[in-house]
């Protein structure tokens, strides 16, 4: 894959290609052996086949007129009944083979409401109005290690050097958690960089978070952008884990042991032993 933009690579196509991705080193953070795991683990094809509703809000979000086309909102069937079951079967039979997640009525209908409590959010309407590039692929000749780099933001605006990557949150009060326990800090740094490898022009990253649960009758809705101490050790993480991408992959060593430990409770008893 050459250094640049490509704007028709599938979602699938990505992920299955060449370049380190964020997900990557995610899992190098943990133990570089994970990276060959990944490659050759069988995956279950049902539970692949599930709805997730984090990618439904984003196509409704980010590219609402491809939504028709991917999934399918089951009408409301009266299952207490048998012709309420027999309708909802013969309804999954017809839509079998079509190649588009079924939904149901209740998640249609609560998705629309994740979908105009985002447009109520005047900062979240401006992002998702504005003209930009969705699910795009960047690519880029990382120029410390030579390493290949790879990344696919949401959304990034056309006439804005800003990029916006979207949400799905259970509870909203613990997304600042998220953001360590998921690293999207490192995610900031990366895509800031690769942003800039190939436009040429920094770029800013806010994450526009939909709540999933109801709050006093809404669906919270939150944009936000790390604060610079943040910023700078996303930036950091993001060095390290990718120079030691570099290390392993050209030493050929991935490792495969890890040590683990009792939790901290447990060991604090072995002084009464």
Not at 37 to 48: F, G
Not at 116 to 142: F, K, N, T, V
Not at 263 to 273: G, I, N, S, T, V
Request: charged share 30%.
């Amino acid at each position: 894959m050459k250094p640049g933009i490509y704007f028709d690579i599938s979602n699938a196509d990505y992920h299955a290609g060449d370049g380190v991705s964020k997900s990557q080193l995610d899992m190098l953070a943990k133990t570089p052996a994970l990276l060959k795991w990944v490659k050759d683990a069988p995956e279950d094809e049902d539970k692949k086949s599930a709805l997730n509703m984090g990618s439904a809000l984003h196509c409704l979000l980010l590219e609402p007129e491809e939504f028709d086309k991917r999934f399918i909102v089951a009408p409301e069937f009266n299952r207490r009944t048998t012709a309420g079951k027999q309708d909802e079967a013969a309804f999954l039979k017809d839509v079998t083979g079509m190649g588009m997640t079924v939904m149901s009525s209740e998640e249609g209908r609560n998705l629309q409401l994740m979908r105009s409590s985002a447009m109520a959010h005047p900062a979240a309407r401006w992002m998702l109005e504005q003209e930009g590039y969705c699910e795009a692929s960047h690519y880029w000749i990382d120029p410390e290690t030579g390493e290949l780099c790879r990344i696919r933001p949401d959304k990034r605006l056309k006439q804005h050097p800003v990029i916006v990557d979207v949400k799905k949150v259970s509870d909203m009060e613990r997304f600042s958690r998220h953001i360590e326990e998921f690293r999207y800090h490192v995610q900031d740094a990366m895509y800031r960089e690769g942003a800039q490898q190939t436009t040429g022009e920094p770029h800013g990253f806010f994450f526009l978070a939909v709540s999933e649960s109801i709050d006093c009758g809404r669906y919270p809705v939150r944009v936000f952008e790390l604060d610079a101490q943040d910023i700078d050790t996303g930036h950091a993480l993001f060095r390290r884990d990718l120079n030691t991408f570099h290390n392993c992959r050209v030493q050929d060593d991935w490792g495969g042991v890890e040590i683990i430990k009792r939790p901290e409770w447990a060991r604090k008893q072995d002084m009464y032993l």
